[in-house]
């Protein structure tokens, strides 16, 4: 699909004249001076909806939106650039509604006050669709013009032959839709908008802009206040060479490795340690799949040791990271606090049917030891509800990695055939059934069919899988092991804390909890009916009220389970499986003995057992 012109039916296009064209001609508009026009550009990345349709946010997120620190660096220029001319302002505000309450009056009277602007809808995910259009349908109903991007959009129109019938009433309402990245392309769009000829859909999928040079991620230090920590964000790189079926990533912005340069990285570490921001999340899926990582971890390394930059990182990593020569290493001396690393599953035939083939079990307790040793917490991802999954066997396994295997976090996932991934297309095309809900693709539904397990099942079963892991006892075999490497006991306790306790207390997954749920009686899901006060208020009070005392006592427990471990004169001696270094011949370790007839036949991979003394035999 290419950008298509101005519909005459497009509202967006007919209010974007109505607000603009008159002041162009006129020198005024809906009171503006001659000589100064305002554009005022309202960002907002939607958040989602929990089951009771209440908008999930909070008074401070845990994770920053590197979406809308993208799009927001990019406009940003625009305005120092002035690039609707000498004479407009062009003002912006950034909102994340993970951690603030959007007011939709409040911003269809500031953009109508300026005279001219629109309302981005950014960075939306499938699961933030339902609410970007229930945001969406308000300001077109104001008459604002609204384009909304992210990978729900980019997605789709990447994978799929036709619209998806959601994104075929976005456009109908008037919703441009913006496929793509949008690096060196929106100043075209912010003058179509100022000239009333905003077309409906633009689409660059086919053309990846190159990341060297290109404007970084930035947010005022005022929203990025909002996030807990003040994590700030910037993609050092895009892309993945690794063919994961459920991955939506590779499809949209593909499988070659573009990455910023060291100087670049510089430049966006030094700008934002000016605002006073120091940690950040390098949103990178795979960081070290990054062509350029070396050159960026030493400048960083060089930033720490010779100026005192008190750099602070999160990033994304394979289970390969650390055959990597100096990789890992590297990463423990650029100031990184914690990896993500997409474990996915331990059993090989499962990741092998998902085309993740470079996840070798037999490498897993090598790759986590190896973190240990560089001091980095290890927060790792796990997918339950492949084809072999059953209750059983998903309870096994977890026993299994608790014994086996050294990792600091597990949070679990749903497998979820997510728009824009091979999964998502080879069933749609199949015309299998997968929900139409796209509220519930936040992997902690069930959204299309099982071999053996209903979609209920799989939802029991996901809920059970974290209270399987974190149990009293494992938490402090965790804490233990932290201690016994030397990995900060404190953080790993309040990482535990957090992500036990977002789906065991609050239900939500830990990459969408933040610090105190907000729920507005008046922000609830569209065709669902707005609560009395006199019901939603006390309510909401007892809830809160069970939440704190609940949020308090698991803090205080594992609080003092980890002040026990530190105490324990003994406790840099504590040993066990997991702390043991891998045997010299994988096939004696008992995590590839426990899947020894599905370890696929590729090269290093250990030979079973049974096959090796048939051969010593
Ligand atoms: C960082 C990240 C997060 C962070 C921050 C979110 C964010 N968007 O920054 C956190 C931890 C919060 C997060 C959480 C989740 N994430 Co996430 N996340 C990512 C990740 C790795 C990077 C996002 C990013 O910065 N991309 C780079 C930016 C530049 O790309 P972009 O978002 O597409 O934006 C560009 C264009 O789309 C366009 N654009 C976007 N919006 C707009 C708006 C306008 C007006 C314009 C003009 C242009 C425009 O311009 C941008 C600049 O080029 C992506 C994967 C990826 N590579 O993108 C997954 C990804 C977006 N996440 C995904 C998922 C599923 C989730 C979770 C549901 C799952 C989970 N439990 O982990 C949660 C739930 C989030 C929620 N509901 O709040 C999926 C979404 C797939 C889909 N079809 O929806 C992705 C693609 C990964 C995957 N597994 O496939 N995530
Ligand atoms: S390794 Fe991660 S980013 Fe790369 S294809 Fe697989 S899931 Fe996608």
Not at 169 to 185: C, K, N, Q, Y
Not at 312 to 326: F, G, K, S, Y
Not at 382 to 398: K, Q
Request: glycine share 8%; aromatic share 8%.
């Amino acid at each position: 699909m290419v950008c298509t012109g101005l519909e005459p039916s497009g509202a967006s296009g007919l209010m974007a004249t109505s607000i603009v064209a008159g002041h162009s001609t006129q020198g005024t508009i809906l009171g503006a001076t001659v000589g100064k026009r305002r554009f005022k550009i309202v960002l907002i990345v939607p958040s989602h909806y929990d089951d009771d349709g209440y908008v999930i946010q909070w008074l401070r997120s845990m994770m920053p939106s590197n979406s809308l620190a993208s799009v927001y660096g990019l406009l940003a220029e625009c305005a120092d650039a002035r690039v609707l001319g000498p004479d407009v302002d062009i003002e912006i505000e950034a909102h994340d509604e993970m951690n603030t309450v959007i007011r939709v009056g409040r911003i269809v009277r500031d953009i109508r006050a300026a005279g001219a602007g629109f309302v981005g809808l950014v960075g939306v995910q499938s699961n933030q669709f339902p609410r970007a259009l229930d945001l969406g349908r308000r300001f077109r109903a104001a008459g604002l013009p609204v384009v909304m991007g992210g990978f729900h959009v980019s997605g789709c129109l990447s994978m799929l032959r036709e619209l998806p019938p959601d994104l075929q009433e976005t456009l109908d309402l008037g919703i441009t839709l913006f496929a793509g990245e949008a690096e060196g392309r929106v100043a075209g769009l912010l003058r179509d908008i100022d000239a009333g000829t905003l077309k409906p859909v633009y689409d660059y999928l086919s053309d990846l802009p190159n990341l060297e040079a290109a404007t970084p991620p930035t947010l005022p230090r005022s929203t990025v206040a909002r996030v807990f920590g003040k994590y700030s964000s910037f993609d050092a790189g895009r892309g993945c060479p690794f063919q994961c079926s459920f991955c939506t990533i590779i499809n949209v912005q593909g499988r070659k490795s573009r990455y910023r340069t060291a100087d670049d990285v510089e430049a966006i570490v030094r700008a934002e340690a000016k605002q006073g921001i120091t940690r950040f999340f390098i949103t990178d899926d795979n960081f070290a799949r990054n062509r350029n990582w070396e050159a960026i971890l030493d400048r960083l390394i060089e930033l720490r040791a010779k100026e005192g930059f008190k750099i602070r990182l999160l990033l994304q990593v394979d289970t390969a990271c650390h055959r990597i020569a100096n990789f890992v290493e590297k990463c423990g001396r650029a100031g990184v606090l914690f990896v993500f690393i997409g474990l996915e599953n331990i059993n090989p035939q499962s990741l092998l049917g998902t085309k993740k083939r470079q996840n070798k079990i037999w490498e897993y307790r090598e790759m986590l030891q190896a973190w240990r040793r560089a001091g980095v917490i290890t927060y790792c991802g796990y997918i339950l509800g492949f084809p072999a999954d059953t209750p059983e066997s998903i309870a096994r396994d977890i026993d299994i990695i608790k014994k086996e295997l050294p990792l600091d976090v597990l949070q679990f996932y749903i497998l979820t055939p997510l728009p824009g991934s091979e999964d998502h297309k080879v069933l749609h095309e199949r015309g299998v059934f997968m929900d139409p809900d796209m509220n519930k693709y936040d992997l902690e539904h069930a959204c299309t069919g099982h071999p053996t397990m209903s979609i209920e099942l799989c939802e029991q079963v996901y809920r059970d899988a974290w209270v399987r892991f974190y149990t009293d006892t494992h938490v402090e075999t965790i804490l233990r092991r932290a201690r016994a490497s030397g990995v900060a006991t404190n953080k790993v306790g309040g990482i535990l804390t957090w992500i036990s306790g977002s789906e065991a207390i609050e239900r939500v997954h830990p990459l969408q909890f933040g610090f105190f749920r907000r729920k507005i009686r008046s922000q609830r899901r569209s065709g669902l009916p707005i609560e009395s006060p006199f019901v939603f208020y006390p309510r909401r009070l007892l809830e809160v009220m069970r939440m704190a005392a609940r949020w308090l006592a698991r803090a205080q427990k594992y609080r003092t389970i980890r002040k026990r471990i530190e105490a324990d004169p003994a406790g840099k001696a504590y040993a066990d499986e997991a702390l043991a270094p891998p045997p010299a011949d994988a096939a004696d370790d008992h995590l590839v003995q426990a899947f020894a007839d599905q370890i696929p036949k590729m090269y290093g991979a250990p030979k079973p057992r049974a096959a090796v003394e048939r051969v010593a035999g």
